[in-house]
């Protein structure tokens, strides 16, 4: 079946500093992958998203490419600030079928940003 | 900008009690999802909709049952609530069609069974 593995964290960062936050994926086909973040005390929002290998996707100054020959989705951000402390899920959908509508999900990263 | 809500941010409920929690779209999404998410072990797919009427089992579906008699509309229901339902449940919805559809979520509901 599907999976996603995320690096575990807490991952504790000062301002400014370089993320990378890892993930890897299994899958047949060609899933679609997301990223989400949750901001404590509220719901998942879509961070980015890429279709198919070799997108990236981009927002907020976060990025992450589609690489199918690695199968992975990492996320990057060159300068994090205090407001991006959250928990980040990596996510897959994987479209066919009858159950071509569920996510599978990473366990989260919780990421601390200190000023 | 799509739009999920979840009835209440916080509820706290006895042991035994038929529990109902609401979720309503705005944007006319065929799909919806009800997920728990609880600490160490992500979130978790208890049930999902397709269509009016229509449910299907995701991976946590034991306590649970759902309904949604509207498009907009998708209820979860406990019907005997039980401690170890305590968690933080969260909403979706997504347009169907291709896969690259992305799910959107309410705020989450914290629930306290005692």
């Known amino acids: 079946g599907n999976s996603v593995t995320q690096m575990e964290g807490p991952v504790t960062l000062s301002e400014e500093a370089f993320l990378t936050i890892n993930c890897t994926y299994t899958a047949t086909g060609y899933p679609s992958l997301f990223w989400y973040v949750q901001y404590p005390g509220e719901g998942l929002q879509l961070l980015l998203k890429?279709?198919?290998?070799?997108d990236k996707g981009s927002n907020k100054g976060f990025e992450a490419t589609y690489r199918k020959e690695t199968t992975s989705f990492h996320l990057e951000k060159g300068s994090v600030q205090v407001s991006d402390s959250a928990v980040y899920f990596c996510?897959?959908?994987?479209?066919?079928?009858?159950?071509?509508?569920?996510?599978?999900f990473g366990k989260g990263t919780l990421l601390t940003v200190n000023p | 900008d799509v739009k999920v809500t979840q009835s209440s941010r916080y509820l706290v409920k006895r042991t035994g009690e038929k529990v109902f929690l609401e979720c309503v779209q705005d944007?006319?999404?065929?799909?919806m999802f009800w997920y728990r998410q609880d600490p160490g072990l992500g979130l978790r797919l208890i049930y999902f909709?397709?269509?009016?009427?229509?449910?299907e089992k995701g991976d946590i579906p034991e306590g649970y049952s759902v309904s949604r008699e509207k498009k907009e509309r998708f209820s979860l229901i406990l019907e005997s609530a039980s401690t170890n339902q305590t968690s933080m449940y969260l909403c979706?919805?997504?347009?169907?069609?291709?896969?690259?559809?992305?799910?959107?979520f309410g705020d989450g509901t914290r629930l306290s069974i005692l």
């Open positions: 890429a279709t198919k290998a070799d």
């Open positions: 996510a897959l959908l994987r479209g066919s079928g009858g159950s071509n509508y569920k996510l599978t």
């Open positions: 909709s397709y269509d009016v009427k229509m449910k």
């Open positions: 944007m006319d999404h065929e799909n």
């Open positions: 979706a919805s997504s347009r169907q069609g291709a896969s690259n559809q992305p799910q959107h």
